[in-house]
């Protein structure tokens, strides 16, 4: 299984700002995915970032909140533009690995937004 | 389009009761489907996969196998710790390597 770190782990925010997240992997992989878990549910993916090419923005998600960079096989940046408190969440970058191409997860960034 | 259908928690057990978690799922195809555990304070973690039909996948004493009839996967555990506790999500997937759809979590709380 792939290996994940995120950073930071957690940060207060004020409304306005922006902060952009972090995502290494410790191997190559083609696809990475983030996703949102707001506080109580379950996850939402965001989008897919695919190296060399414009990330796949899912219903409900746009670039100019979200955008994303994928500069190569191992790292993915995922920032959340001008915030407001409903971008409270904990986000979560994913990766496939493995024989079968199972999915997994980073530890997750916790962020609040005042 | 896909979608993912699990019992509402909270669900609260005694120690080495039998742990049942119902999952339902909607696909066009034929998906991968998966149970995903998170811990409190922990992320989330793969906890036992089916590829195909009849699949059984297993790991730490929980089963889930793979109904296509009855397009369900749910989670099963004979005798629960306190250390299971823990919110569980199923999951599909349309593809190998593809996006993850998931279900809205059960937690379950196993009191000793």
């Known amino acids: 299984s792939a290996v994940i770190s995120q950073k930071p782990s957690r940060d207060i925010c004020q409304r306005g700002t922006s902060l952009t997240i972090q995502c290494q992997v410790d191997?190559?992989?083609?696809?990475m995915f983030w996703y949102r878990q707001q506080p109580g549910q379950s996850l939402t993916l965001i989008a897919t970032?695919?190296?060399?090419?414009?990330?796949?923005?899912e219903s409900g998600f746009v670039i100019d909140k979200f955008p994303i960079s994928r500069p190569n096989l191992t790292f993915s940046t995922l920032t959340v533009s001008n915030m407001s408190p409903e971008d409270s969440s904990i986000y979560l970058c994913?990766?496939?690995?493995?024989?079968?191409?199972?999915?997994?997860f980073g530890p997750g960034t916790r962020l609040t937004v005042t | 389009g896909n979608s993912v259908t699990q019992m509402e928690g909270p669900v609260t057990l005694s120690e080495e009761a039998f742990l049942t978690i119902n999952c339902t799922y909607t696909?066009?195809?034929?998906?991968?489907l998966f149970w995903y555990v998170q811990y409190p304070g922990e992320g989330l973690q793969l906890l036992l996969k089916?590829?195909?039909?009849?699949d059984k996948g297993s790991n730490k004493g929980f089963e889930a196998t793979y109904r296509k009839e009855t397009t369900s996967f749910h989670l099963e555990k004979g005798s629960v710790q306190v250390s299971d506790s823990a919110v569980y999500f199923c999951?599909?997937?349309?593809?190998?390597?593809?996006?993850?759809?998931f279900g809205g979590g059960t937690r379950v709380l196993v009191k000793p």
């Open positions: 994913s990766v496939n690995s493995g024989p079968s191409y199972e999915q997994y």
């Open positions: 970032a695919n190296q060399g090419s414009e990330a796949t923005y």
């Open positions: 089916a590829t195909k039909a009849d």
């Open positions: 999951a599909l997937s349309e593809a190998a390597g593809n996006k993850l759809t």
């Open positions: 191997s190559q992989v083609t696809m």
């Open positions: 696909a066009t195809g034929y998906p991968s």
